[in-house]
């Protein structure tokens, strides 16, 4: 709450407890509190808050996340409202990239994809508010498991469960060789499912694998052929590049 749970309300019917009517200087004194109340709540401080968490609500709803990750977003806003970050830059932007964050570190698989199209802002724009948040607040976080994105393709895609499997275990080949180190989880979930496609002889087109994952078709393709060949899966390095 922006508020923090502490603010007045001031009821506009001038009667007591009871209903009864309140005296002609008591409705004066309470017009006067009215006024400085409103007054209280106008700076730009609380408007900014009220509307950032306005947007963590809605997100919370839209891409179904935890209250926890919604409260480890809303104290990294306040955090880089307190160091006066928020001062001629979008508040959705900066709210949004608090909430990106926040999954990241709740290990709750997100993309930048999903919050900027939930927060109708570029992913290019959004990511630059989150260097941002990483460089302001000196944040550590850690790299998404691909295990997360494996499964989340293959249904959005209809994938069998067999070759998920499969995918799993090529992902896991992946991690021992050190193929996974900084590599984008999404882009290295979907290629890995091409694979093992391929390898399982389960007909599924880049294009399609693409719409289901974000990904661009030329990098699954790119990176396919990598993969193939730090696994040492040489029969399947030929049809990755075709």
């Not at 004066?28 to 509190?33: I, S, V």
């Not at 709803?61 to 928020?86: C, F, G, H, P």
């Not at 949004?96 to 999954?103: F, Q, S």
Request: net charge positive; aromatic share 4%; with cysteine.
């Amino acid at each position: 709450m922006n508020d923090m749970g502490l603010s007045t309300i001031i009821g506009k019917t001038n009667k007591d407890a009871s209903g009864n009517s309140i005296s002609g200087g008591m409705r004066q004194t309470l017009d006067r509190l009215r006024i400085w109340d409103d007054r209280s709540k106008s700076n730009s401080t609380d408007r900014s808050l009220k509307k950032a968490f306005l947007i963590l609500n809605a997100a919370k709803s839209k891409i179904s996340i935890s209250d926890m990750t919604v409260e480890n977003a809303a104290y990294l806003y306040r955090k880089i409202q307190a160091k006066n970050m928020t001062r001629g830059r979008s508040v959705t932007a900066m709210v949004l990239a608090a909430l990106y964050l926040a999954c990241r570190e709740a290990n709750t698989p997100r993309t930048l994809q999903d919050i900027s199209k939930m927060g109708n802002v570029s992913v290019k724009y959004l990511s630059k508010h989150v260097r941002i948040l990483i460089k302001t607040l000196d944040l550590k976080v850690d790299q998404y498991d691909s295990a997360f994105f494996v499964n989340r393709i293959s249904n959005a895609a209809g994938i069998s469960e067999k070759t998920t499997r499969h995918a799993l275990e090529f992902l896991s080949k992946a991690k021992q060789s050190g193929f996974t180190s900084g590599k984008n989880p999404v882009a290295l979930a979907a290629t890995i499912l091409y694979l093992a496609c391929i390898s399982n002889d389960e007909k599924l087109t880049q294009k399609k694998l693409a719409e289901s994952s974000g990904v661009s078709i030329v990098t699954i393709r790119n990176r396919s052929m990598s993969l193939a060949k730090s696994l040492g899966i040489k029969q399947l390095i030929h049809t990755a590049v075709a």
